[in-house]
């Protein structure tokens, strides 16, 4: 064969080349997006949820304790030990003489109330029981935002004896530190909050489990509480982390009993008070030669926020008052005509009226 | 060698810089971004969730009242127009009334049925031919996690009656929420979902990613926040929808069923707490202290497993039940059953002299209200739409017959050999020849026994046993089953099936090879009736409306029996069944199995074979 | 060799054309034909912790252009309803900002108590004072202002004819009282929801966002979270469904000559006609049986037992129809109507003024009380 003819060859052996391997390649990529078509049967085919479902169904338990008038006697709980420790939420519901803890296997089982915590609204109960499948309590926070969860719990008592508790799908919303109480008489829940976007303040609710889809605990669903910020229910699980020192036995009081004692400080300003303690904080005055003044703040200037919290209203300002440290630097924004000036203050000591 | 290693060589080389350029291409972005390939992903899942919601769109209904107030939705499961709703929508919006389409126009509706008990009602469309439908799946398969999308009108908030739609996932199954009133509005064996389902939700439908129905939403849960959605609400299951169908079809007030009897649990053990002594269920043999196993089917294991299931089921279902009796005997129990009654309405509404025009319309609504809710439960309200649901039920039925044949055409008749058999052993043969005009002979060969042969030649019938044609009354002819499953077979594909023993009408729901089936009742002049069943689904939930069962007698009782067919397959432009059993009782137990041996067309053309009355005039010579 | 040489180029051309239409046809059947595959549990999965990711670089996509939004005072009301509700919450409050000259969008819910000083912090934590402009009460959004910035981040919009029912949207938010927003994830329920004016969601929308974000997978702008309730006009209508997977959002493409009225300080009012009816019994429209006093019907000369028979050409059948027509317009819009006047049998038009509804005395208006 001629040099030409063998070139001409090669060459058009090395176009048939190219036109197959790409053919090839478009049969790899268009293959499976082909797949990818609305099922015609109804045969069940599973759902991404079935593994975190299955798993936290074993552990969930439901609690029956005492009604008291409109408050229900009963909630949702969870077992957290191989012993039988049932994690459920603090209520009136546990001061009855009679608690009882349902398995998911439909077997009743008188429980014991071990110990309270009305901060973080937890509560433990033991039972006599084994109980194998449990779940693990990381000391680390689990999950974060936009992250899938399902929440298991028997909101309004619709699983009764073994059937399975409700389970709603959400995401984490946020997680956030968060001051709220359902009504002015309950006690305030302070503390770290999981934020999620199911509708989890419901009657019985509180004591369930928010799973992420990879079956670790995010935390306990809490009780129905109220945000002031928003006027709305609050739908949040107290934290994993939480949960874990509180099972642990470590508390909030034996923490704040470490922590030295402080000198309380004095900003020398009189906040306008007149109005009310619901009013925006304007300075009445300042006393001569205070921190106030010589940090250059002067009557009628409103209060917006003193060391990075916003002061909405003078009860704001009494608050973070109370918790100012005498030589401390805080900085105070106040709104003076259409200006926002930031203005750095050291509080004196506070010296007792006598 | 050189000119051919080359080209081999560069293959290779170009197949591993394409592979290496596609590494490089779906390599995953940062954390702040998403790769092309993972973005493709999660907009392929999201395309699944905006297919079903298209499937599913054109056929959901904004119910309203004639004034255009009030609202509920519903779904259109039949392109003739007919709807599915709740009870209570009906009982706000009245007999009659306006409805909205995706299309964004309105049309008018009628009641056609309604069930109190389980707050289901069917309306039927005007205005349109064809109407987008959607259709019910088998609520069998919902499980907790699957996701669950509701569309409809809550707060009535469509202008332009495009519907709402809402996204969840199942939150429980054969879930309980107690109902109001006397045996109404109960919600057993319900779906529980945490998609949004508030007031004016009511009646529509809840659907999967396949865009199939699985329930008609109803009720939720509501927290001291009014009537708002708080991530509970309940919808009836597809499958008790289809349970209530045909009664509803029929134009009937619908009664749920009871057994009146009750279990309880007593240590792991589902227990026959109470019984009603004269009851059927009672006279089947069921007595305090067995042990519940099975009902329809079904393994129970609890109390309220058996209370769910039985709240499903309308009057006068043949329901089964499997007891452990006290010497530890297992015991099978069908029985019909009873009806849950409900209060009668007060007082009809006082009629008014020289009412205005717009009063008039609103007595007028009121009087069919009270009619509805004071009609007899069980009875045929309306015989007319009642025989117009009939023909159109019997036309789907020819419509299945067609696609199930497919392209195949008929232009002779068939000759059938079946082997007859006893309990497994073959007791004789059975040659069955249909013709296209419905004309058939049968001839029954046992192997011990003269040989009996049967005739109808469209309109008369007539027998020979030891030589002799004689005529049979069609009394007696609905009284042979061997004669019934081949005029059956040969019936069904004629302009009008059944024709022959009387005019048409919807009897109600019942059961028939284990699924919800329509019976249709046939009366004759001389009052003597015939019954015939069609399944409207198949074991896999899809639409397939054959015949599936066929009796002198409602309970396949007396002498006629019954005869079930199943397993159509066509022969030579023919569909036959390949499954025949001649069955006895409530509980269908067969005695006669015919199995096909050869399905040949019929050659000689002459329908000699089918002369009566030559052939009697021949006897009597 | 030889040989095969001279005769391969004949065998390779034909061995081309058929090994290569044989991929061809091969490839075609394979996409038409596969059988719907369902994805396995796993892949199901991976799309859903992949969603995730994605609601995460969304939400990061429109944090630049979020506002947190702090009022001072104002009035409050304890025992009986201001804007419609009983309490309001005492957090700060979600604005986007819509310029880079700094314009922020708001609603109007997140002012029910009328507050003297507003003050906004914008997200590279700067706060600064802000003027209450304009306000649209038939879409419940207001307009801020910041003096002194440029270059602040805007959100990318998406046109309502490109937002598909049923595709993802979230709501963002900064109420609940972090420096960082919440979200909550849903679906876009409809479309022309309210007059036209919102695209309703399912997504949880509460005081958490009013005023802020709701968003779509690719982290654009759909609209601004608004409580919205056919039923009333009060600011803060709609409220009573929080969180209830009815929410809704107004968006901004095409409401470019609004943003310029509510620059400008404008307030738009709904339109308020003035009659209650029922259809007429022979189909000819609504048949009026009341007409309220010193409102737009009655200025008109409106009658009670007249027929209405069509607003702007559209046929007025029933009630619901009318309000849907009104809803789409504004106080002080001029339009044709037509109606048969009582006792008469022909139809004839009208031009009518519509008004605005009814003065509450508690909602008369936003400007805030004098401030020192």
Partial sequence: MSREKQQAYQARVFCQAIVQVSLLLGVWLFGPAAGLLVAQTDLPVGNALQEAIDFGQARMVKVIGAGAGRVEGYGTGMIVSPDGLILTSQGVFLDGQQTRVILADGSTHEATVLRRDREVQ?????????????????????????????????????????????????????????????????????????????????????????????KRLVGVVGKIINSSETNTRLNYAVPVETVAAFVAGKSKEQEAAVTPTVVRGDLGIRIMEL??????????????????????????????????????????YLQVAERLEAGQEVIIVVKRGLELLRLPVIPVEKKESP | MNTELRPCCRRLL????????????????????????????????????????????????????????GGGSGVVIDASGIAVTNHHVIMGAGVKGMAGLADGQLYEWDLIGTDPGGDVAIIQLKGKSEFPRSRLADSETVRVGDWALAMGNPFVLTEDQSPTVTLGIVSGVKRFQEGAGQNQLVYGNCIQVDSSINPGNSGGPLFNLSGRVIGINGRGSFLDRGRVNVGLGYAISSNQIKNFLPDLLATKLVEHGTLDANFSDQGGRVVCSTINETSAVAEAG??????????????????????????????????????????????????????????????????????????????ELQQAMYDLLAAEPGAIRLPEVNRHYAKHYLGRMQGWYKAKLGQ?????????????????????????????????????????????????????FAIR?????????????????????????????????????????????????????????????????????????????????????????????????????????????????????????????????????????LTDPSSDWANINALIQEGQR | MRLMQRCQPHWSRLSFWVVNATILVF??????????????????????????????????????????????????????KIGGIRQQGEGNTTGVMISPDGYIITSTFNFIKRPPVITVITSDGQRRVAQLLGRDDTRKICLLKIDGVQGMPVPELVSPTDVVVGQWAISVGVGFGDANAAISAGIVS????????????????????????????????????????????????????????????????????????????????????????????????????????????????????????????????????????????????????????KGESEAKKIQLVLGAPPADPNQSQLEPPKIR
């Fill in chain 1, 275 to 316: 109005g009310g303690r619901k009013d925006p904080a304007y300075i009445d005055r300042v006393t001569r030669g205070g921190p106030a003044e010589q940090a250059g703040l002067k009557a009628d200037d409103l209060i917006v926020s003193v060391g990075g919290e916003k002061i909405g209203t003078v009860r704001d």
């Fill in chain 3, 190 to 341: 409809a479309k022309n929801r309210i007059g036209g004016k919102a695209i309703q969601t399912d997504a949880n929308i509460s005081p958490a966002c009013y005023g802020g974000p709701l968003i779509d997978l690719e982290g654009r702008l759909i609209g601004i979270c608004v409580p919205l309730n056919p039923q009333s006009q009060a600011i803060g209508a709609g409220v009573e469904w929080y969180d209830s997977g009815i929410g809704f959002a107004i968006p901004l493409v095409g409401a470019e000559s609004l943003i310029e009225r509510l620059k400008a300080g404008e307030r738009i009012q709904p339109a308020f006609l003035g009659v209650q009816g029922a259809p007429d019994p022979q189909g000819k429209g609504l048949l009026l049986n009341q007409v309220s006093p010193g409102t737009a019907a009655a200025a008109a000369g409106l009658k009670a037992e007249d027929v209405l028979v069509s607003v702007n050409g559209e046929p007025t059948k029933d009630l619901m129809s009318l309000r849907s027509i009104l809803g789409r317009f504004e106080a002080g819009k001029e339009l044709e109507v037509e109606l048969i006047p």
């Fill in chain 1, 122 to 214: 937890l509560a433990l109960l033991k039972i006599e029981q084994a109980t194998p499948e449990y779940f693990e309590l990381s000391s680390q926070p689990v999950g974060e935002q936009g992250d899938w969860v399902v929440a298991l719990n028997n909101a309004f008592k619709v699983a009764d004896k073994q059937e399975p508790v409700s389970v709603m799908l959400g995401v984490i919303a946020l997680r956030t530190a968060m001051e709220a109480r359902l009504n002015e008489r309950d006690v305030a829940y302070r503390g770290n909050l999981v934020l999620i976007d199911a509708i989890t303040s419901n009657p019985g609710a509180a004591g369930g489990a928010v799973l992420t889809l990879d």
């Fill in chain 2, 408 to 460: 195949q055409t008929r232009n002779l008749g068939l000759t059938i050999e079946d082997r007859v058999l006893r309990q497994g052993e073959e007791v004789g043969r059975c040659i069955s020849r249909l013709d296209p005009t419905g004309a058939v002979r049968v001839e029954y060969r046992p192997g011990d026994g003269p040989v009996e042969e049967y005739l109808f030649d469209g309109q008369r």
């Fill in chain 3, 27 to 80: 490839s075609c059947l394979a996409a038409r034909q596969l059988p719907a595959q369902e994805p396995s549990d796993a892949e199901r999965l991976t799309a859903m912790v992949l969603t995730s990711k994605a609601f995460r670089v969304a939400a990061a996509k429109i944090q630049p252009a979020l506002v947190t939004i702090e009022s001072f005072g104002g009035v409050s009301a304890v025992q009986g």
């Fill in chain 2, 286 to 363: 069921l007595e305090l202290g067995d042990e519940l196993l099975e009902f329809e089917s079904e393994t129970i294991e609890s109390a309220n497993q058996f209370m769910n299931l039985i709240c499903t089921l309308p009057v006068g279902w043949p329901a089964t039940l499997k007891v452990r009796k006290s010497d530890d005997s297992i015991r099978e129990i069908t029985v019909r059953l009873l009806g849950l009654p409900y209060a009668k309405p007060g007082k009809p509404p006082t009629p008014k002299e020289n009412p205005k025009p717009e009063e008039r319309q609103q007595l």
């Fill in chain 2, 465 to 601: 046993r030891d030589g002799q044609w004689k005529e049979m009354t069609a009394t007696e002819a609905k009284l042979s089953p061997l004669l019934l499953q081949a005029m059956a077979m040969a019936s069904i594909q004629t302009a009008e099936p059944f024709a022959r023993f009387g005019e048409v009408s919807l009897d109600g729901g019942d059961k028939a090879l284990g699924r919800p089936a329509i019976r249709f009742k046939s009366l004759d002049p001389d009052e003597d009736w015939f019954y015939f069943w069609i399944n409207l689904y198949d074991q896999n939930s899809n639409e397939a409306e054959s015949l599936v069962q066929i009796s002198a007698d409602k309970d396949c009782d007396g002498k006629g029996r019954g005869v079930t067919f199943n397993d159509w397959q066509p022969h030579s432009g023919w569909l036959v069944a390949a499954q025949r059993v001649v069955v006895q009782g409530l509980a269908k137990q067969p005695e006669m199995q015919l199995q096909i041996e050869s399905a040949t067309p």
């Fill in chain 2, 14 to 69: 170009m197949c591993c810089g394409i592979c290496l350029l596609l590494q490089i291409l779906s390599f995953s972005g940062t954390a702040q971004e998403i790769s092309p390939e993972d973005w493709n992903r999660v907009k392929a899942a999201e395309s699944q969730r905006l297919d079903a919601i298209r499937l599913v769109e054109g056929s959901v209904v904004a119910i309203y009242d004639f004034g255009r107030q």
